[in-house]
């Protein structure tokens, strides 16, 4: 495995039953792709309903290209519900995933911004 594979992770959490998505440095075609493929086969998996935590502390770029934003919409369309607590972003970054969530035309994928995991996984449980 080489370090750009290594630098981006899905996983199952089963101590907290939910999905997370961890990156490392910039969010781009290349990466997001295969991303995305992990993160539906564990929404497979576990269900579709389930939280995701997306720890975005890591990333280097805060600027997300239109085809990566296209990739991202798109995926989203594909959850049944969704309730995705985001940690570690700049205000751009809130402002793009915020324009994801709308433009899949879905009211009921919720998304917060959170400053810390505690904070995040608290919110996650109370949904």
Excluded: C
């Excluded at 975005?56 to 805060?62: G, Q």
Aim: aromatic share 8%; glycine share 6%.
């Amino acid at each position: 495995m080489d370090n750009k594979q290594q630098e981006h992770k899905v996983w199952w959490d089963d101590e907290n039953k939910i999905g997370r998505i961890y990156i490392i440095g910039e969010v781009n075609e290349e990466m997001i792709t295969p991303l995305i493929k992990e993160a539906l086969l564990i929404a497979d998996r576990y269900g579709k309903q389930i939280g995701w935590l997306v720890d975005l502390t890591k990333i280097t770029k805060s600027l997300v290209s239109l085809n990566v934003r296209k990739i991202m919409t798109d995926a989203m369309k594909l959850v049944s519900r969704g309730h995705i607590a985001v940690i570690g972003m700049s205000t751009l970054v809130k402002v793009v995933l915020s324009f994801v969530i709308k433009a899949t035309g879905r009211e009921d994928i919720k998304m917060e911004f959170f400053s810390n995991e505690k904070e995040a996984l608290k919110w996650l449980k109370e949904e």
